[in-house]
């Protein structure tokens, strides 16, 4: 089966850096994304990572460790309208390609 | 281009009353889902195809039937509602896996009630 685990919640200020963790299992991994969602709105796509290593994407990156079954999101110089949900989710092909979500981590950023 | 659409966004009904949620993508994605988002459990999957006339379950199928009879819409049906189908419903779409850039894009979500 497939289980993936994140901090419920997670509280930063403006203008700090936050790191929010992921840990997974899974039979078939095929990538692990990140997404955002503000509340009442729908996810929308922030980074996907499929081999080790770091990518970067602005104030964004994201890590992974296969080996480990670990991810994190790294949000830089934080800002007000970075508080959100960020779901993390793991592409499965033993799971028909399909993607299994975490609970989220809501985060709030404080001024 | 508008993406991935649902209606209703709102919806109220009582026990035993049915409904269909409609999902239309304009992306010529191959592959379509129905999710459900509860408080504290993440979005769990429902049912979802990789193709027009084809449909298979997820995570959480009972209660909900599901038709793709054209390839850019996606009904999701409850045949007789139940408290416990209280949720935001997602649809969303995507390509076939198998390149970076194909990440699933989602739908505004339908707000349900079901009294």
């Known amino acids: 089966g497939q289980n993936i685990d994140q901090p419920t919640e997670m509280t930063a200020t403006e203008g700090a850096i936050v790191q929010i963790n992921c840990t997974y299992q899974?039979?078939?991994?095929?990538?692990l994304f990140w997404y955002q969602q503000h509340a009442g709105e729908a996810p929308t796509f922030l980074s996907y990572?499929?081999?080790?290593g770091l990518e970067e994407k602005g104030r964004f990156s994201s890590f992974l460790s296969r080996s480990k079954g670990y991810s994190y999101l790294l949000l830089k110089e934080l800002q007000m309208k970075d508080s959100a949900s960020y779901l993390c989710?793991?592409?499965?092909?033993?799971?028909?390609?399909?993607?299994?979500f975490g609970p989220g981590t809501r985060l709030s950023v404080l001024p | 281009n508008a993406g991935v659409t649902q209606t209703p966004k709102f919806r109220v009904l009582k026990t035993g009353q049915s409904m269909t949620l409609l999902c239309a993508q304009d992306?010529?994605?191959?592959?379509m889902y129905w999710y459900r988002q509860d408080p504290g459990m993440g979005l769990r999957l429902i049912h979802y195809?990789?193709?027009?006339?084809?449909?298979a379950k997820g995570e959480v199928p009972d209660g909900y039937n599901v038709s793709r009879l054209k390839k850019q819409n996606f009904l999701l049906g409850l045949e007789s509602a139940a408290p416990s189908q209280t949720s935001v419903y997602f649809c969303?779409?995507?390509?076939?896996?198998?390149?970076?850039?194909?990440?699933?894009?989602f739908g505004p979500g339908t707000r349900l009630t079901v009294l």
């Open positions: 989710a793991v592409r499965d092909d033993n799971y028909g390609q399909n993607f299994v």
């Open positions: 990572n499929v081999l080790d």
């Open positions: 899974t039979s078939g991994f095929n990538g």
């Open positions: 969303a779409s995507s390509y076939p896996s198998g390149t970076p850039t194909d990440t699933q894009y």
């Open positions: 195809s990789v193709g027009e006339g084809t449909t």
């Open positions: 992306m010529n994605h191959e592959y």
